[in-house]
């Protein structure tokens, strides 16, 4: 299946270099992202040149998830590439729009926000299973999925259901899920990650002034 396309003339051509698990993405604002190992050696090509609004490594380090905008409707639809063997699979498409991939710890599924029902939840798909996926979580407002702990057993979210600054949330996976927050300040909260022993969230934090666009550095907690 051919991702979305956009004219040649609309690609930018500067480059990042954002380093994950084992593998190195060096991805343009809009351009086809490369996928290779850290020495330097390419491996394969994530797709064809195209609008990819954030991705993610599964553990293995075999596979991304990205979120892919169709120039058609505006919306992004996830995508999973094996860059290795030159595969990319849409897991569903559709008008609405889905987005912030994030691996399941075992790499079975992928998890998103999506506004299929209104305000963005997060929703859960399996990897391979058409017409598994499911709403994982529902509140009001605006809920992006961040990270998941290595165990499995919780999922860090953004959650903006003010309309101010969005907050940091934490889902559980089993058990009981009543999601509970985590960090609320009146600082805008973004990027949330779990640290390799799941016991520590590490987010970065900036002032809320348009005026003060500024860094104002890291929070880091445990749990």
Known sequence: MSVPQIPESAIHRT???????????????????????????????LGQPAVFNGFRISAEGGRVAAAIEDPRTGTSDVWVHEPRRGISTRLHSDPVD???????????????RSDRQGPPDIYEIAVGVPGSERRLLEQPGVQQPEDISSDGRLLVYCNNIAATVPDIWILP???????????????????????????????????????????????????
Request: no cysteine; proline share 8%; charged share 20%.
């Open 15 to 45: 480059n990042q270099a954002l380093v994950d698990n084992t593998q190195k993405i060096v991805a343009g604002t809009i351009t086809a992202e490369q996928a290779g190992e850290r020495a330097g050696k390419e491996v394969g090509a």
């Open 98 to 112: 889905e987005g912030s991939p994030v691996w399941s710890s075992d790499g079975s599924k992928v998890l998103y």
């Open 173 to 223: 996976l089993v058990g009981d899920p009543k999601p509970v927050p985590w960090l609320q300040t009146r600082f805008a909260k973004t990027s949330p990650r779990f640290s390799p022993d799941g016991r520590w969230i590490a987010a970065i934090g900036r002032p809320v002034s348009a005026s003060s666009p500024q860094n104002i550095g890291s929070s880091n907690r445990a749990l």
